[in-house]
């Protein structure tokens, strides 16, 4: 049975990942309330910050865009990367292990919502140099 108390969760109320270019609330995932199947979380990304290319090896991501405007890059089959202007409401799909970046390049700042299926590939963020981890509201 699940801990309804880990139902309902805000980011604000969980730690977070920091990074130089923004940070990763986990909100669903086994550590956090018994998730199995996926994990994900909130990013928010300040103006003219992004992430890196990357992949995550195994994995499929879906990357919903809350607020804000930026570019969005996914590798297609050939490996050639697409890009494309994103923002609010719009949706992305990473297919499994396929290279990706996000870039803020709005005034404000970007708020996405990702989704990882199978859960685990976001904790490899943990090796990155400039990772540390933000306690609950910060």
């Not at 494309?84 to 799909?93: E, Q, S």
């Amino acid at each position: 049975m699940t801990d309804t108390s880990k139902v309902f969760v805000y980011p604000q109320d969980v730690s977070a990942f920091g990074f130089d270019w923004g940070r990763l609330a986990l909100t669903v995932a086994p550590e956090v309330n018994g998730a199995r199947r996926f994990s994900g979380g909130v990013v928010d990304l300040p103006s003219g910050q992004g992430h890196a290319r990357h992949n995550h090896p195994g994995a499929e991501e879906i990357i919903f865009v809350i607020s804000g405007n930026g570019e969005q890059m996914v590798e297609d089959e050939a490996g050639k990367p697409v890009v494309a202007k994103v923002g609010p409401g719009c949706t992305v799909f990473v297919p499994e292990s396929r290279y990706h970046s996000t870039l803020n390049t709005g005034d404000g700042p970007m708020q996405l919502f990702v989704v990882y299926s199978p859960a685990g590939p976001e904790l490899a963020l943990r090796d990155l140099p400039d990772f540390r981890m933000l306690p609950p509201g910060t």
